[in-house]
């Protein structure tokens, strides 16, 4: 359904002597329709830059994008927007989302607003209501402004403002992890039930592995901007060595501190430094291999 081919994200330095930023490096990823896909990696990994991608946010350096089977990397104006419209996402700071002048409902309406197309007047006021119920809103609630609700229930005014134009893809961005623990398991309820509705497919960016493991039809891993491992079940049995030692560190689900502040050497796997079991030719960045249900970014990964 949607695929980033080669997608590639390199932030110039905005001063002087800074080095320029690699967020994304030459990252295939494909998410089918109606699937989970969970994206797990250390802080800084390059998660977020990677969706923003997807979406089209911000455009990458390298790669392509196709969303059923269309270039979105080459659509413009009018067919750019209305592809747009079916790839929607839910941040991890509701609040930054949401004007602060506006109201709930007129923020869950935007959408509507945005694309004259869709509904107005009494179908837009009855669709807001249908919007309000689903997500589990009071209508007295959306009469409120961001700053009268708490932070699960502005997360359910985003979501209901995500899913108003029936998007194909929700990227989820952590969108729980402002939150206290028994809202969490409502919110994760609530999108996958969302999920089931629309039959719209998940990307999952989430620090948990368990969270991760438990919503995931498959797992990929990041590291350095870079895709290690990706496949069913990694997380229960987990080859790339970074998989490994994420997957044996924790108990609490959470990923150790970053890892991420050496320096490369150019052209080497991105996890040389910190690999137990480097070789020589991990001097030359591996390419993905695919075996069965896996796709695995290491030379030592020999699938026979
Ligand atoms: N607009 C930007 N300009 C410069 N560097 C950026 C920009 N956005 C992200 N970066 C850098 O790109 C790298 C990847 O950032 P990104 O936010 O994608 O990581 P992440 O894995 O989502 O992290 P977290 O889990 O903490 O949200 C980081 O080093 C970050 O500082």
Redesign the pocket.
């Known amino acids: 359904m949607i695929e980033g081919r080669g997608l590639t994200k390199i932030?110039a330095p905005?001063s002087p002597g800074k080095n320029r930023?690699i967020?994304?490096d030459n990252v295939n990823i494909r998410i089918e329709a109606g699937e989970t896909l969970t994206l797990v990696?250390?802080?800084?990994?390059?998660?977020?830059?990677?969706s923003?991608l997807l979406l089209l946010l911000?455009p990458p350096t390298r790669g392509e994008i196709f969303f059923e089977g269309q270039a979105l990397t080459r659509l413009k104006g009018k067919e750019l927007r209305s592809v747009r419209k079916k790839l929607q996402i839910v941040p991890?700071q509701p609040e930054s989302s949401l004007d602060p002048r506006w109201t709930i409902a007129y923020s869950i309406c935007e959408p509507f607003r945005i694309h004259p197309d869709s509904l107005h007047g009494r179908q837009m006021y009855e669709e807001l209501k249908r919007l309000l119920r689903l997500v589990g809103l009071e209508p007295e609630q959306a009469a409120r402004y961001p700053h009268q609700l708490s932070g699960g229930e502005l997360q359910r005014a985003v979501i209901a403002r995500a899913i108003a134009l029936e998007p194909s893809l929700l990227i989820c961005?952590?969108p729980t992890s402002m939150l206290d623990v028994s809202t969490q398991a409502s919110i994760i309820h609530l999108l996958k039930a969302l999920q089931q509705d629309l039959g719209c497919a998940l990307l999952f960016?989430t620090?948990d592995q368990g969270l991760a493991h438990a919503i995931g039809d498959r797992t990929a891993v990041?590291f350095a901007?870079q895709i290690v491992e990706e496949g069913q079940g990694i997380l229960d049995r987990p080859y790339h060595p970074f998989t490994c030692r994420i997957t044996s560190v924790s108990d609490s689900g959470s990923l150790p501190p970053s890892e991420?502040q050496g320096t490369k050497i150019p052209g080497s796997c991105v996890y040389y430094q910190f690999c137990p079991e480097k070789t020589e030719k991990c001097l030359h960045s591996p390419e993905m291999v695919e075996y069965e249900d896996r796709r695995v970014r290491c030379h030592n990964f020999s699938p026979t």
């Open positions: 932030f905005n930023i967020a994304v990696g250390e802080s800084g990994c390059g998660k977020s830059t990677l923003r911000i991890q961005d952590e960016i620090h990041m901007g991420l």
